[in-house]
């Protein structure tokens, strides 16, 4: 496949003194720091504040919405760096750095590095009423892929990411070069097995008060898990009060504890990437982004059915202690048998946070 040069950028924009310049100048173009002022939708945007967690050699770039169409998408954030063929790397749930804060020092002297924050996550837009079902977040992968016009593209998506990387790949087979899917989360149960605490905590999030479009969240937790040991805080709380008000409250242990399920090495939780989770997720709008996102994790299990229109080379990674059980990996072998498959012996659902070395060996080592 023939491969075209990244699209030329811009020079950095000199931030007017005047507010209603700075608005104006924020169309989807390149800001000198971090994206502020109101969105094209015309809803409150919340993308005022950068990463805690820098990422030297990369700029911070704004991509909005391509038509009318994108208008309940919002502006997206996105770190560009490097240098050579094109990377896209695509986060799990909530913010980019758990896939790409360590990784992309390890791999931008080879490629020119694209990490998306998907709608509504990391430091992209928060549209109140948007989509998060599957469909959506992947229509924001395609679209940073024609809008940029990226081709002969290396797509590395981590859990939920590696999903979305995988069905962005089956919708354009001529943008992408390969696909490297790390733990898919394309399999019921999920978040659930990490922990009891972790089942508590997400069935609380989608209990009474999820709203609509979120119907399907029982069956991407199994029989009995939405809504389980939840009579009592829901007594407490009040009717249609238990989802927004456990989606709003995350205590530092609580959180610590439920990511650290996800890992072998419970040690590669550092401070500063927690740190960077509550505070996103204290964005303005967030808990019912979190809500959602969680309430269409049965779309991510449907999209398993396009897993085979990929036509790109794919390689699985998966960690011998992820979430997803030996069934699941092995009945995506099975699907796909023309793929690669990697075990990581030790490591967990979060491989790019706990061992970027393995993502950035075999991203390295592709020619």
């Known amino acids: 496949m023939a491969h075209r040069s990244t699209p030329r950028r811009a020079g ?59 208008l309940r998408r919002g502006r997206l954030r996105h770190l560009t760096g490097g240098t050579g063929s094109p990377l896209v790397l ?71 990411g590696a999903v979305l990387a995988l069905t962005a790949a089956a919708e354009l087979p001529d943008r992408v070069r390969r696909v490297i899917a790390i733990n898919p989360y394309d399999y019921a149960g999920g978040i659930a097995r990490s922990s009891l605490l972790a089942r508590f905590i997400v069935a609380g999030v989608l209990a009474p008060g999820v709203g609509a ?38 205590p530092r242990p609580i959180m610590c504890a439920v990511l650290r399920g996800g890992l072998g090495d419970r040690s590669a939780l550092r401070d500063d990437y927690l740190d960077e989770l509550l505070r996103v997720g204290r964005r303005p709008g967030y808990p019912a982004v979190a809500r959602a996102v969680y309430g269409n994790l049965p779309s991510l299990i449907e999209a398993r059915s396009r897993h085979t229109e990929v036509t790109a080379p794919i390689h699985l990674v998966y960690g011998n202690k992820d979430w997803s059980r030996p069934t699941d990996r092995r009945a995506n072998k099975e699907l796909l048998p023309a793929a690669e498959f990697t075990e990581i012996a030790g490591a967990g659902h979060f491989i790019a946070l706990e061992r970027p070395d393995v993502p950035a060996d075999l991203l390295n080592s592709l020619t």
């Open 90 to 160: 695509l986060h799990t749930v909530r913010t980019r750095p758990t896939t790409s804060a360590s990784l992309i020092p390890l791999v931008r002297d080879r490629y020119t590095v694209y990490a998306l924050d998907l709608p509504g996550m990391g430091h992209s837009e928060i549209v109140p009423g948007a989509s998060y079902d599957e469909p959506a977040m992947r229509a924001a992968v395609t679209s940073l892929l024609t809008q940029l016009d990226l081709y002969d593209v290396t797509i590395l998506g981590e859990s939920m």
């Open 213 to 250: 479009g979120m119907r399907g969240g029982r069956d991407a937790w199994g029989p009995g898990c939405v809504g389980a040991g939840m009579r009592g805080v829901q007594d407490a709380w009040g009717p249609g009060c238990v989802g927004p008000r456990i989606a709003a409250v995350e």
């Open 12 to 70: 950095r924009s000199r931030l007017p003194g005047d507010l209603d310049a700075l608005k104006r100048k924020i169309d989807g173009r390149r800001v000198d720091g971090t994206a502020v002022g109101p969105s094209a939708s015309g809803c409150a945007t919340h993308l005022a504040f950068p990463s805690t967690i820098p990422t030297p050699g990369t700029t911070t770039d704004v991509l909005g919405p391509a038509g009318p169409g994108d």
